[in-house]
């Protein structure tokens, strides 16, 4: 079946631009996360929403990034007024519960310039 | 402070040899173990996982991993590398009253050579 899809793959912006993320989770997850890897690093927590709410948004680093999911299924990480810094992988997962295993989508990396 | 360590940064072992990739925890309590491995332009694939039991725990693709509670570790090990394993390997927790909120480790990348 089709997993986790990530949209797009690659993003290149400029300093100072907005940009959205967009995330498919797998049919009939509930949790639904997002990670920050850059190079060299492992994923960060960024943010988990159960069903629409976000239950836990403490890896924002910042109030430049939001993330909504407002039905439940498809989610959105925004940043705003991007930095150099921004530039990483951002990873999606989707589980079941918040008790199942993770499946992780294969990221988009994005490019500040 | 809860942290997650992958000591090996990088690791070359010849093709049929064994393998074991290490991972330390620092938290007062036993949290949930897993390994990830993700290959080049990849997701992250769950190996396997520990929650409570046997410490010895099965996962894919031939792989095994040992909780030890006095050590704080929970090591990877495949007894015959194959060179399709090479890739990078990271080890995560999920601290109690953490959600499903992974906590990861830096990675270790496996070269295997021909």
């Known amino acids: 079946g089709a997993g986790v899809s990530q949209t797009p793959s690659n993003k290149v912006t400029e300093k100072g631009k907005y940009v959205e993320l967009r995330c498919d989770p797998i049919?009939?997850?509930?949790?639904l996360y997002w990670y920050r890897q850059s190079l060299g690093q492992g994923p960060e927590f960024l943010i988990y929403f159960q069903g629409t709410g976000a239950a836990d948004d403490s890896g924002l680093p910042n109030d430049r990034f939001f993330a909504v999911r407002p039905e439940g299924s498809v989610s959105t990480l925004k940043i705003q007024r991007t930095e150099r810094g921004d530039s990483a992988v951002y990873l999606c997962?989707?589980?079941?519960?918040?008790?199942?295993?993770?499946?992780f989508g294969n990221g988009t990396r994005l490019t500040v310039t | 402070a809860q942290s997650v360590t992958q000591p090996d940064i990088h690791i070359t072992v010849s093709e049929g040899a064994s393998l074991e990739l290490r991972c330390n925890y620092s938290?007062?309590?036993?949290?949930?173990l897993f390994w990830y491995v993700q290959s080049p332009g990849q997701g992250l694939q769950l190996l396997l996982k520990y929650f409570s039991g046997d410490t010895l725990v099965q996962g894919i693709k031939g792989f095994e991993a040992e909780f030890k509670r006095s050590q704080s570790s929970f090591n990877l090990r495949k007894p015959s590398v194959h060179w399709s394993d090479a890739a990078e390997y990271f080890c995560?927790?999920?601290?109690?009253?953490?959600?499903?909120?992974?906590?990861f480790g830096t990675g270790t990348q496996l070269k295997v050579e021909l």
């Open positions: 997962a989707s589980s079941l519960d918040s008790r199942s295993p993770l499946h």
């Open positions: 049919s009939g997850h509930t949790a």
């Open positions: 995560a927790v999920v601290f109690t009253g953490g959600g499903n909120k992974l906590t």
């Open positions: 938290y007062g309590a036993t949290p949930y």
